[in-house]
């Protein structure tokens, strides 16, 4: 919950969003709940009036806005974090197995990093997952969200990095026995030390 | 038992018709229907709006049928809960499904 | 006869054997009730041992407690023993011993079916706990997922003790399920009308519904997944054809719903409670009633959710995601409709109500989490973090756990008779709700920051380490506060006093009678005109009692109650149940013995097994007609009826109907995965398809057709007293062509290791067959009765009987011919 990126600062602010919403309706249930043991029945008021105020206010009307309002807010942010147009992204691949990560570059034909991630800060990179055993997931908590490894199948996450730095990631779905310690590094360059990183290659 | 079918059969049928949408959608991208144009739209695009509609109008069938006299249980109580949830699945319906409208294809 | 002479005679009859023989032996719901109870309340303890394990190991970074892989094994066994060991198990027997009860009437619709269904899962429980004690317990989390806990990851037994431990154990929760939903529908009190039953009764349907549609898939997949592992079958290799992500669609599609299976009953027991305790009836039975029916069919609807992060596409993503935040509608009823009684009533703040209180803390803080994790993008961030191990509990303990100990201090005077005096209970409560909530708000916070679930250990410098801490100091509070309350109820049940008869004040029929109850509950069955029959007449009690109403004439040594009209109540037919019986026992063992073999794969076990298998079922079945048909008797107020077997649709036929839509689940998710592996399955198309054989398509299908056409023609034949040869004689000579047929399809699968499939050719067309040979060997055995002439009586519902299951071998062998013969000429 320390965004170093849109996608991930975009969910974070999501999730602040609902934490009030939430909080303010587990205070309402609450105060309803202690109510009913401090108040004096009104006397014969009728079933019907009550089920009208329960039910159909509380019960139906009120968790259908309120939920309306918040799926299609996470419709639309979900929207967004798709990939759709692959111009000006930059493509890397992502392997998993039990238990290390290995990493590939469109941008470099044959270059290859183990456990470290490179990519460029700044702008959108679309990471192609998949797994050469078990299922794993690929997730930098702060960049984005996860997204499966799975055989036989590729997935392509799209992260960014708002700054160069380091920044942690892990296999996250169970894989067995290693999977505590499977964790991975992406390192995001300035322009200048991407160019040196893919430059690297071709030497 | 036939009360018990008219309890259960409006949200059946919306089980059934979500699970056909959910299928529709991932057998239109398996064979490529968002790549194929008919009149200004994919055959994707038609496929899953006409199917939505279709799903509706499915279910708008079964609320009417639970409330006519034909189908109608004798029990009161009995009506009166499959027609609530003959509701209930019409507005499941539109509520779960309408993402077909609207959203990205296959990605 | 007075009222203790009717108790003496009617105990005589329904009495268990005494001693263990008696444990063996008993078909008493009450028996089984109270035996399903206490071992599901052991696997509650198993299940918190290996809970406290686990945060014990977590309590420290880098915690050197247990390696990774005993670790693995621990949590595991944890989510595995507590959903399917402990939860479902504990509805059970909950139902098992209630419903009786409630509904005013001596025992379920089929008592040895009880029997042979708690057996069955003592047995794979027995199976499990002997794995975690030799340390090959299953280790690759309660969700299996292959490849994974495929052979060439998992090699060892340890997965294929959990698969088939686990379908064994789910054999028993569909018994209970079929057993569970005849009785509601049919075995109730006379004037019980639908609308009139108790609450939990709803509830009790609804969850038994689920059970049938929700557990198949599971079933399925465990027997693909162990024939991936024992023979090589492709079903979830994408090299081969298969799919990693079929298994994912099969467990959710069971995983889902199961958290609502576990959820619906601890609603019933609130309705049921809470309104009790606020000294009025609950507020929108009816809206109660359509939102559990709602929740019940929407939570089918959400799989997909547990698999948001596997790279499905946005649009489907967003359906799943749309059905999970409305499933909060009907729980938001639900929620407001016991406040709104609340408010209706006078509170009081008893055991049970504190407990209820917990619930509404604990089950609304979990059902906001959950709403949080429908939205996509969010769950994108939380999936597999310690924020959804903190979600789950909230829901499971919060909506499962608090509500099943407010009723158990509900039931507790009625089960026992006795009188609360110890007050350990209140602080036990404290304890557990305090120690709850401070160990897993803290898991929520850990989660957020990027602990991931089902780690081992964690580096210090995480940041964790007090959260972590925080979070296992209160579990072990949580748990002192657990064992106060075993604690409370042996005390309870050892040195309390006798208290009085019905101290809640409740209106519902379980408190209308002595306590502890007698085995045979109702010295008469009472008649009902009323949703809380005992609040509108005080002297209910004594007038059953005195056997003022139905069978209150104990006659023979018969164990007697009614059936009635499912909608109206309206009385039907007179039940003679079976007595004491180790018929179940030997039948569970044999089962038993089926899953041992293919456990230890020593395969020639299982066909053996299963001919003891089939054996004790014909000799089950046919112990049920010995009685010959008397015609219509006297049960009492002036009222004639006939017996159940010799209607149309007797009990058996009805039990039938309920077994099918599960076996209906079950085919359809076979069909389901099919139809999945040839759309998205990774490397299709395969090398080699099913070619068409016109002679094995039109025999199957001209012999489906000869089956249902003979059995309607016996069936025409029986309702007129004519002879049922002509008609059994077609049916047998349609299912001989129907399972040569499926036979020769059957072996041109080809090789079924080669690819995804030909194996799942081959299990559609087995699964066929084998419906094709129990309609062969049910048509024999009608066949054989009408030789002997042992069968003119309950003929008409023996013929109905086979007709159903008949019909659903046609359709099956038809669907399945058709669906596989023509895959050439399908792409
Ligand atoms: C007695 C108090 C309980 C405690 C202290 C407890 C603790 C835990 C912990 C710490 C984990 C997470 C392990 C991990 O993934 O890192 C866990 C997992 C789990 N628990 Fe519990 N639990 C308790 C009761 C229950 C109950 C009552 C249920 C269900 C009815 C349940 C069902 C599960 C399930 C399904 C998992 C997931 C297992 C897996 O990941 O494979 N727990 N529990
Ligand atoms: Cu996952
Ligand atoms: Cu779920």
């Known amino acids: 919950m320390d965004p170093a990126g849109p996608a991930a600062a975009r969910i974070a602010t999501l999730w602040w ?69 692959r111009d000006n992204v930059v493509r890397v691949r992502a392997e998993a197995r039990q238990w290390s990560w290995s990493f590939g570059y469109a941008d470099a034909a044959g270059l290859r990093t183990q456990g470290v991630l490179h990519i460029p800060a700044g702008g959108p990179v679309d990471v192609e997952i998949t797994s050469l055993d078990v299922v794993h997931s690929f997730w930098a908590p702060r960049l984005a969200g996860k997204l499966d490894a799975i055989p036989g199948q590729v997935n392509v996450l799209r992260i960014e990095a708002a700054e160069p730095g380091e920044y942690h990631g892990v296999g996250a779905e169970f894989s067995g026995p290693g999977y505590s310690g499977d964790a991975f590094t992406v390192i995001a360059h300035d322009a200048a030390g991407w160019a040196a990183f893919l ?3 071709t030497e | 038992m036939k009360d018990v079918v008219r309890i259960v059969i409006a949200m059946l049928v919306w089980l059934a018709l979500f699970s056909a949408l959910y299928g529709l959608e991932g057998v239109g991208c398996a064979a490529g229907w968002q790549h194929i144009q008919v009149t200004g739209a994919t055959l994707f695009q038609a496929a899953m709006t006409l199917a939505f509609f279709v799903a509706l109008l499915i279910l708008a069938a079964v609320l009417v049928g639970l409330r006519s006299p034909l189908f109608r249980s004798a029990s009161p109580f009995i009506a009166h809960i499959s027609i609530i949830l003959a509701v209930a699945a019409l507005v499941a319906g539109a509520w779960t499904l309408f993402p077909a409208l609207a959203l990205s294809h296959c990605a | 006869m007075n009222a203790l002479a009717r108790h003496r005679a009617l105990s005589r009859i329904w009495s268990s054997q005494p001693g263990w023989r008696g444990v063996i032996s008993t078909v008493n719901h009450s028996d089984i009730g109270r035996m399903f109870l206490l071992v599901a309340t052991l696997f509650f303890l198993i299940g918190g041992v290996l809970a406290m394990l686990i945060r014990t190991q977590l309590a420290t970074p880098h915690s050197a407690f247990v390696a990774p892989a005993i670790y693995d094994q621990i949590f595991t066994m944890h989510g595995t023993v507590m959903m399917f060991l402990f939860a479902i198990p504990l509805f059970e027997g909950a139902a098992v011993y209630l419903l009786p009860k409630l509904l005013g009437t001596r025992d379920l619709a089929y008592p040895r079916l009880s029997a042979y269904g708690f057996w069955c899962y003592v047995f794979g429980g027995l199976m499990l706990v002997f794995a975690l004690l030799a340390g090959l317990a299953p280790d690759s989390g309660w ?285 036990a409560f404290w304890l557990i709700f305090l120690g709850f909530n401070g160990a897993f708000v803290a898991m929520h916070w850990a989660g957020l920051l990027g602990q991931r679930r089902r780690i081992a250990w964690y580096p210090e410098d995480a940041g964790w380490t007090a959260i972590n801490l925080f979070s296992s100091i209160s579990s072990f509070v949580m748990a002192i506060g657990v064992a106060m309350v ?146 219509f008797q006297n049960v009492g107020r002036a009222t004639l009826l006939p017996q159940a077997i010799e209607t149309d649709r007797s009990p058996g036929w009805w039990g039938s109907v309920f077994l099918l839509v599960a076996d209906t689940v079950l085919f359809g998710s076979l069909f389901f995965g099919y139809a999945f592996l040839w759309t998205v399955g990774p490397n299709w198309p395969p090398p080699q398809w099913l070619s068409l054989s016109v002679l094995e398509l039109a025999l199957g299908l001209i012999g489906a057709a000869a089956a249902a056409i003979g059995l309607h023609v016996a069936a025409r034949a029986a309702s007129r007293g004519a002879s049922l040869w002509r008609g059994l004689l077609i049916a047998l000579a349609g299912a001989a062509m129907t399972i040569a047929a499926l036979a020769m399809t059957l072996t041109r ?32 055995s009608l066949a054989y009765r009408t030789l002997r002439g042992g069968a003119s009586c309950p003929r008409k519902s023996n013929v109905n009987i086979v007709r159903l299951w008949t019909d659903y071998a046609a359709f099956v062998a038809a669907t399945s011919l058709v669906a596989t013969q023509f895959s050439s000429y399908l792409t």
């Open chain 1, 17 to 85: 969003t609902m934490l009030a919403g939430s909080a303010a309706i587990f205070a309402l249930v609450m105060l309803l709940l202690l109510i009913a043991y401090r108040r004096t029945p009104a006397p014969h008021q009728s079933e019907h009036r009550q089920e009208r105020f329960w039910l159909y206010g509380l019960g139906l009307a009120f968790p259908l806005v309120t939920l309306a309002a918040l799926l299609i807010y996470g419709l639309v942010l979900g929207e967004t974090l798709v990939p759709k147009s």
């Open chain 1, 199 to 201: 430059g690297r290659a």
């Open chain 3, 143 to 427: 969700f299996m997922y292959p490849p994974l806990s495929s052979s060439a990851h998992s090699p060892g037994v340890n997965t294929d003790f959990w698969l088939i431990g686990v379908t064994f154990v789910e054999v028993s929760a569909i018994a209970a399920a079929v057993e569970i939903c005849v009785s509601i529908l049919k075995f109730r009190a006379p004037g019980m009308s639908l609308d009139l039953m108790p609450i939990f009764a709803w509830y009790a349907l609804v969850t038994a519904l689920m059970i049938l549609m929700g557990f198949p898939p599971l079933i399925l997949g465990s027997i693909l997944l162990e024939l991936e592992r024992a023979f090589g079958f492709p079903f979830f290799e994408s090299a081969l054809g298969g799919s990693p992500l079929l298994w994912q669609h099969l467990f959710w599609l069971f995983g889902h719903p199961e958290v609502y299976i576990i959820f619906l009953p601890a609603a019933g027991v609130i309705s049921t409670v809470l309104p009790v305790m606020a000294r009025t009836t609950l507020l929108g039975y009816r809206w109660v009633v359509a939102a559990a029916v709602a929740l019940a069919f929407l939570s089918f609807g959400l799989w997909v959710h547990h698999m948001f992060a596997t790279g499905i596409p946005h649009m489907g993503l967003a359906f799943f995601s749309a059905a999970s935040t409305l499933v909060a509608v009907p729980t938001g009823i639900q929620i407001f409709a016991w406040l709104g009684t609340l408010w209706k009533g006078r509170p009081r703040l008893t055991l049970p109500m504190l407990y209820i209180i917990g619930f509404f803390f604990t089950f609304v803080i979990g059902g906001l989490t959950g709403v949080m994790v429908a939205i996509v993008p969010f769950d994108w961030q939380a999936h597999d973090t310690a924020f959804i191990t903190a979600h789950l509990h909230y829901v499971l303990f919060g909506g499962f756990v608090f509500p099943m100990l407010a009723g158990l201090y509900y039931w507790l005077p009625q089960l026992t008779g006795r009188k609360r005096f110890f007050r350990i209970g209140e602080m």
């Open chain 3, 486 to 631: 075993v604690f409370d109820i042996a005390l309870h049940a050892l040195l309390a006093i006798r208290g009085s008869r019905n101290p809640w004040g409740a209106g519902t029929l379980e408190w209308a009678m002595p306590t502890p109850p007698a085995a045979y509950n109702f010295a008469s069955i009472p008649i009902v005109g009323d949703r809380e029959p005992l609040a509108r007449d005080p002297a209910l009690a004594n007038k059953i009692a005195r056997g003022e109403y139905f069978l209150g004439e104990p006659r023979g040594e018969l164990r007697e109650t009614l059936t009635v009209d499912a909608a109206s109540g309206i009385p039907e037919a007179l039940v003679i149940f079976p007595g004491n019986s180790t018929l179940p026992i030997a039948l569970a063992a044999a089962t038993g013995a089926a899953f041992l073999g293919a456990l230890i794969r020593v395969y020639w076990v299982i066909p053996l097994a299963l001919l003891f298998v089939v054996g004790l079922s014909l000799r089950w079945g046919w112990s049920q007609h010995a009685a010959n048909c008397p015609g």
């Open chain 3, 749 to 780: 699968a080809g090789q079924l290791t080669d690819y995804a499939y030909g194996a799942t050719v081959f299990v559609m067309i087995a699964y066929a067959l084998i419906h094709a040979a129990i309609a062969a060997i049910m048509i024999c």
